[in-house]
């Protein structure tokens, strides 16, 4: 038995020889067994601290509605409640998800075994300790007190420092010994993401800045670890699944280029958007506002590339939620992007800095992008690691309902409620208090988004548990979205 394994080839490339390679339905099995120990310990790790940032997320909502709740104690207060989500989110949940992602894809578009997969599996621990200890100090108080960076520079950021570096050189090991020539540009993205989240995080976090030099590296780091940790994975993530469900190659190589290139020139010279109005050089930003303009490039280069793989197809989506939700992850990729440069240019800047604006931009970003294109990664990979197929039709659907109802909720109360807030700080006539009052009722609606999300996370995460630790999920069962190929074959009937 034969399969093409993971080929998103181009229609360019489709004449080299490598492309041709066949690989046995044994050899994908290899590939997926060899980083079956790191992969799933990644994923179960994430899922633990999804729920953790979940509630710390609402609790950090609840408290713009009841500014008193659980305000007694001062390891409950906003000040370290807010930061302890970001950082749980994004380190924990989002980057530790990532690992799994790069440890399963690189074996698979390398055609070659997992290398190193204990040094990946000691790094993924490694990390997670680093996180745990450093979100107990942010919670007990000891913060390094800048936004992205607050984690303890002395007991955490070592320990996630050696942890990234072990999972990346599994993954540069694993490249060095590919058996294919050319790299699909998932390869680039991935492998490209683990020394330059090394670079910045150390720059970053260099004890050396002062004043306004800190609060520029600062930002610099914020920005990059978006661009070129987050959205590199879960780029790479989404060009391996989209062309690999549907069964077609990628639409174009060169766009794809395109798109790597422009994203790396460009994003590293965008964060100080961050500091528009701050105490910045003028050239430094508006070097940033340029750049970010710039960025219309890559990203209208991603979207065109990924939007022609799938058109025609987009049917499918309804038998593939790695399918729906990659799909959707791509849409808010280019729909960040776009909210991103407007939010870059001074006069829209001006009045939606400081604002519920940046929050909305944020999630619908690390959400509706990052996080639903690792739950799409998660959807497929999973059964193949597990060998066991999800066991429920109907919980997929309520995940994927409820998580992308409630964060469009929370993206569109927050929208209208940024706006509203930054006109009214701008309006002479109106004290600061109506600023605060008339955006109420918007954080109001994205506390009931919160909570629909939450459930949302509570049904994957149960849902991920029956799948992994009984025998619900099972081989003998049809997998719950099994009419998508029917649905594949009849599309290319002329
Ligand atoms: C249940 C889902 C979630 C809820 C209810 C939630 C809620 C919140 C709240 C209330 C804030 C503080 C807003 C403010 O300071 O004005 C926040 C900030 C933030 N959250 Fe979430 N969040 C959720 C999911 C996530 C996820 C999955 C991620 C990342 C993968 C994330 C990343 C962030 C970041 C980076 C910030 C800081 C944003 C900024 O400064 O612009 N959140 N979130
Ligand atoms: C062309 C692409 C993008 C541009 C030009 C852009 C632009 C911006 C700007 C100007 C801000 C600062 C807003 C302010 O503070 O007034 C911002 C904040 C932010 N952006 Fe983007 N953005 C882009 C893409 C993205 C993507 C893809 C993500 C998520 C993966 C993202 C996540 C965020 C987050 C989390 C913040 C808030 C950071 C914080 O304050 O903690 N952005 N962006």
């Known amino acids: 038995m034969t399969e093409t394994v993971a080929s998103p080839r181009t229609q360019q490339d489709s004449t080299l020889e490598h492309s041709k390679i066949r690989v046995s339905a044994d050899e994908v099995a290899a590939y997926d067994h060899s980083g079956r120990q790191p992969v799933l310990l990644g994923f179960f790790i994430a899922v633990v601290w999804l729920l953790v940032g979940t509630v710390l997320g609402d609790i950090s909502s609840f408290k713009f509605d009841r500014p008193d709740l659980l305000s007694e104690q001062a390891y409950l207060t906003f000040g370290r409640i807010r930061p302890a989500h970001l950082n749980v989110m994004v380190y924990g949940w989002a980057s530790t998800a990532m690992f799994s992602i790069s440890l399963w894809l690189m074996p698979r ?19 997670t300790l680093g996180l745990a200890v450093g979100t107990v100090l942010l919670i007990a108080g000891y913060s390094d007190g800048l936004e992205w960076l607050e984690l303890d520079g002395q007991w955490a950021d070592p320990l996630l420092v050696a942890g990234a570096a072990l999972v990346g050189a599994s993954i540069w090991r694993t490249l060095a010994a590919r058996r294919v020539h050319h790299l699909y540009v998932s390869v680039w993205y991935v492998a490209a993401s683990y020394p330059w989240f090394l670079i910045i995080f150390i720059a970053g976090n260099l004890p050396i800045y002062q004043g306004v030099e800190s609060a520029a590296v600062n930002w610099f780091y914020a920005h990059n670890a978006l661009g070129l940790w987050l959205t590199t994975i879960n780029l790479g993530l989404i060009y391996y699944l989209l062309p690999k469900i549907i069964g077609r190659p990628i639409y174009s190589y060169w766009l794809s280029l395109v798109g790597f290139w422009g994203l790396a020139l460009f994003y590293a010279l965008n964060g100080m958007h961050h500091l528009i109005g701050g105490p910045l050089p003028s050239w430094m930003i508006a070097t940033s506002i340029t750049a970010s303009i710039m960025m219309i490039i890559p990203v209208v280069a991603v979207g065109i590339n990924q939007h022609m793989t799938v058109v025609g197809r987009f049917g499918a989506m309804r038998y593939s939620p790695a399918l729906t939700l990659a799909v959707i992850a791509a849409m808010s990729y280019t729909a960040v992007s776009l909210q991103g440069i407007l939010t870059a240019l001074v ?74 807030q930054g006109l009214s700080l701008l309006a002479p ?15 109001l609606m994205r506390s009931v988004a919160a909570v629909i999300i939450s459930a949302g996370h509570i049904v994957f995460a149960y849902h991920a548990y029956l799948l992994a630790f009984t025998h619900r999920g099972s081989l003998t069962r049809q997998p719950p979205f099994f009419e998508l190929k029917p649905v594949l074959v009849k599309k290319r009937a002329p």
């Open 347 to 420: 006069s829209v800047n001006r009045i939606t800095h400081f604002t519920h604006w940046t929050i909305a931009h944020s999630h619908l970003g690390l959400y509706m992008f990052v996080t639903l294109s690792l739950f799409g990664g998660m959807y497929y990979i999973l059964p193949r690691v597990l060998k066991k197929e999800w066991p429920s039709t109907r919980l997929v659907r309520a995940h994927i309902l409820l998580v992308g109802g409630g964060m469009i909720l929370y993206v569109v109360a927050l929208g209208i409620g940024g706006v509203l």
């Open 429 to 443: 006539s109106e004290g600061f208090e109506v600023s605060v009052t008339s955006t109420r009722p918007w954080l």
């Open 109 to 127: 578009l390398c055609r070659t075994r997992l290398r190193w997969a204990t040094a990946a599996t000691a790094g993924i621990l490694i990390w």
